[in-house]
């Protein structure tokens, strides 16, 4: 018996249930064996890592797949959970057809719209019933330039409103579900700024938008995070906005760090991520009334997204169960409070 079967092992989303709901990014393969029962024990709310992007979902005009997130939503029903939907409008993982007219020219500004449309209204008619957030869109702040908006193929061809105007579809499709902005490093000074004024725009021009998403893909090293995190999570309430923490995850490696000879995560990084999470979890309890929910980028340390990012095939330790599926010294920091 691993040791988060055992009675002993208090239950994460059992000690969060008066705070914020908890959730894990998952695929279909984690609904089973270990990964199956920690998401049992210790969470109530799923992601769908990747199977509701669009490239997943839709892969081409007029045909959809749904398999892989009917089964998960099956497993969250049963387990008396909810989900979150993840994403509609993203400059990745979304296939080239969406873009193109017949002579694999760029489509118009309407096509896109109306193939937009029915991509949103499909999917929320399917799982609305189940999803209570969802990330209208995804990574929209440009981060390299001083310029507020990434390129992209929705931008490129619907022109700036692409974000208002992915809101107002979603807003007529979602039900009760709410309607989230989401993106990385948004609680840092740099993207913290220009998220602010892009929400404050899209809030100013009456955009549905009932949220934003930090996804909190961090690392232990970052000596910054608690105080930028808590600047952020005040600056976006003062708009009116819940925040959710949606995709979080503290790597063992500093971002710049590139190396490879790392096998296995030292005392040090173990400790000083068990301390990390602690801080962490700390701002996200005081700051209870506007963050309505937590999910982490994965389950257990036996597959995660940062083994491939942003070195391809160098293995990474940043989630709360080791790769066994045993609490790590993180775990218990976080439930003993
Ligand atoms: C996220 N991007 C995506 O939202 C999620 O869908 C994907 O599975 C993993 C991470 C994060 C990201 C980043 O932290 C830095 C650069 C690009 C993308």
């Known amino acids: ?74 497993f969250a029903i049963k387990n008396n959970m909810q989900m979150r939907g993840h994403t509609f409008v993203w400059h990745n993982q979304t296939p080239e057809w969406v873009f193109r007219d017949r002579d694999g020219k760029d489509a118009s500004r309407e096509l896109v719209i109306e193939r937009l449309r029915d991509h949103i209204k499909t999917v929320c008619e399917r799982y609305r019933d189940i999803v209570y957030a969802w990330d209208v869109v995804n990574e929209a702040v440009e981060d390299k330039t001083e310029k507020l908006l990434r390129d992209s193929n929705w931008r490129r061809i619907i022109g700036d409103d692409y974000i208002k105007i992915a809101f107002e579809i979603a807003k007529e499709y979602v039900g009760d579900g709410k309607l989230f902005y989401n993106d990385y490093n948004n609680e840092m000074p740099y993207k913290l700024e220009k998220s602010y004024k892009l929400l404050k725009d899209l809030l100013d021009k009456d955009t549905p938008i009932d949220g934003v998403g930090i996804q909190a893909h961090w690392n232990i090293w970052d000596k910054n995070l608690i105080d930028n995190l808590k600047k952020a999570i005040e600056t976006y309430a003062s708009l009116g906005l819940e925040i959710q923490i949606t995709e979080l995850d503290i790597s063992v490696f500093e971002f710049e760090d590139r190396r490879t000879d790392v096998l296995e995560p030292t005392q040090e990084m173990i400790e000083l991520q068990a301390k990390v999470y602690e801080d962490v979890f700390n701002v996200f309890r005081e700051y209870k009334d506007v963050i309505t929910s937590v999910t982490l980028w994965g389950i257990s340390d036996r597959h995660t997204w940062k083994d491939n990012f942003p070195v391809i095939g160098r293995k990474d330790w940043p989630l709360l169960f080791d790769i066994n599926g045993n609490p790590k010294k993180a775990f218990y920091r976080i439930v003993n409070f």
Not at 19 to 29: D, E, L, S
Not at 54 to 72: L, M, S
């Open 1 to 74: 018996m691993t040791e988060c079967q055992n009675g002993a092992v208090p239950s994460l989303a059992e000690k969060y249930k008066d705070y914020f709901k908890i959730g894990a990014a998952v695929t279909v393969n984690d609904l089973k064996g270990i990964h199956g029962e920690i998401l049992i024990k210790h969470f109530n709310s799923l992601t769908p890592e990747n199977d509701m992007k669009f490239e997943r979902i839709h892969p081409e005009e007029g045909r959809y797949n749904f398999e892989a997130v009917d089964r998960i939503k099956e």
